[in-house]
């Protein structure tokens, strides 16, 4: 497999790694209000981590992208795809060896409108309430770092190792840049029979241009 297709199934790998991540619990919260009692609450990492996805979607797109463009695009989309696993796996790591997580962060989320993956109205909890334990959920954490590895590695490989431009495209590109020289050679020299020779095999008509 050449490197570059290799580069972008890993891409997609990660891409995907990293959406499950974010649809998965990170936190299992604890919670405590005086109107309500006690609650067990849950926090996906899209909502500790608000950038998750949309890393996970430039992912998925750079593993496209990696086939489907040029050598030069493709070292442009494989450093921009090692600089997004960068920032993918910053939260988690965060989490995962950052020590006490962080409770007030925790309260806004779940008092907002949007801060949990359960399908209910309204906040989960008041403004006041008390969060008495966090616990984190280390096979997400883990799985986020993981993708984003290796997603930093991929868009290296890319970046480094973009592959050669498709025979195809080489070819029509030829292609181009011979019909332009015989468009240039035919406004120069429109009676030499030699460059009327090569336009009608260009399939040109040397006519064209008197018209």
């Not at 954490?141 to 050669?164: D, K, M, R, T, Y």
């Not at 495209?169 to 030699?194: F, H, N």
Request: aromatic content about 6%.
């Amino acid at each position: 497999m050449k490197k570059h297709v290799l580069a972008s199934v890993l891409l997609a790998v990660a891409a995907a790694g990293l959406w499950a991540s974010s649809r998965m619990t990170w936190f299992t919260v604890e919670a405590f209000d005086d109107k309500s009692g006690a609650k067990t609450l849950t926090i996906v990492g899209a909502s500790w981590a608000a950038e998750l996805i949309a890393l996970a979607l430039v992912l998925g797109a750079a593993a496209v992208a990696g086939i489907a463009l040029r050598r030069t695009p493709r070292c442009i989309v494989g450093i921009a795809a090692a600089l997004s696993g960068a920032v993918a796996g910053w939260s988690a790591c965060a989490v995962l060896i950052g020590g006490e997580p962080d409770r007030a962060r925790a309260l806004s989320i779940l008092s907002s409108d949007t801060a949990s993956s359960h399908r209910v109205e309204g906040a989960l909890l008041s403004s006041w309430a008390e969060i008495t334990a966090m616990t984190p959920n280390s096979v997400a954490l883990i799985l986020g770092i993981f993708s984003a590895a290796v997603a930093i590695f991929a868009g290296a490989l890319l970046a480094v190792a973009p592959g050669e431009d498709n025979r195809v495209s080489s070819a029509y590109d030829r292609k181009q840049q011979r019909e332009q020289k015989i468009q240039q050679e035919l406004a120069a020299e429109p009676d030499s029979g030699r460059v009327l020779w090569d336009a009608l095999d260009a399939d040109i008509d040397p006519t064209d241009n008197f018209r």
